[in-house]
């Protein structure tokens, strides 16, 4: 079974512009999670998807947003990049929602805002 | 509020030394609790959870309600055990939330 792929891997992007990231979850996996990844502050959850539905939010400014398509395949976007927003975003599938279903990493999109 | 905390950045023991990986967690109801790893040039994965009560690659991890704690152990580490690793709490209709991590390094 294929893992969890992000795309694209690597990411540069100048402050002010926006950028979309796309994540295809396993195979059967109905939720998404997606997770902010820096060295200060470590893994921060951004945002959780089931059914196409946003089910928890992370505390992140309004110009982080996300979606999930009817095949499971989230996408999350981030306008108006600022220099912070550099990090490596990694996006988890599991089969459903709660603690019964771990999460299955992908590998990262890493964005650097310069 | 949860939350996650790992205090050591850093952990380095000698291979066949004993490894404890601290975290300590706040939360009001009853939480269940993660470990991750991530190996170099590997994707973060699941080590273990505590309702299994299970040991993976030698590690094992006892939730203490008392003490707030759930630390990782290993009696013996090995070099292949040198990783990323994250303590994680999940509470009820809420997403896993994340200790900042320990780099552990086992060294010959």
């Known amino acids: 079974k294929a893992g969890v792929t992000q795309t694209p891997r690597y990411l540069i992007k100048t402050r002010g512009q926006q950028v979309t990231l796309s994540c295809s979850p396993i195979?059967?996996?109905?939720?998404v999670s997606w997770y902010q990844q820096t060295p200060g502050q470590g893994l921060q959850f951004l945002f959780e998807y089931f059914s196409e539905t946003q089910r928890n939010k992370g505390n992140f400014p309004g110009r982080f947003s996300g979606r999930q398509f009817s095949n499971s395949r989230s996408e999350m976007n981030v306008s108006t990049l600022e220099l912070g927003d550099s990090a490596l975003y990694l996006c988890?599938?599991?089969?459903?929602?709660?603690?019964?279903?771990?999460?299955?990493f992908g590998n990262g999109t890493r964005l650097t805002v310069t | 509020a949860q939350r996650v905390t790992q205090p050591e950045k850093l952990l380095s023991v000698f291979k066949g030394a004993p490894v404890e990986l601290k975290c300590n967690y706040s939360y009001s109801g009853s939480p269940e609790l993660f470990w991750y790893v991530q190996y170099s040039r590997q994707r973060l994965q699941l080590l273990l959870r505590h309702i299994s009560r299970e040991s993976i690659k030698g590690f094992t991890a006892d939730l203490n309600k008392g003490e707030t704690s759930f630390h990782l152990k290993k009696p013996f580490a090995q070099e292949e055990d040198s990783a990323m690793y994250y303590c994680a709490l999940q509470a009820a209709g809420y997403a896993l939330n994340f200790g900042k991590g320990t780099s552990l390094l086992v060294t010959p």
């Open positions: 195979s059967g996996h109905r939720s």
């Open positions: 988890a599938s599991s089969l459903s929602q709660g603690s019964n279903s771990p999460l299955h």
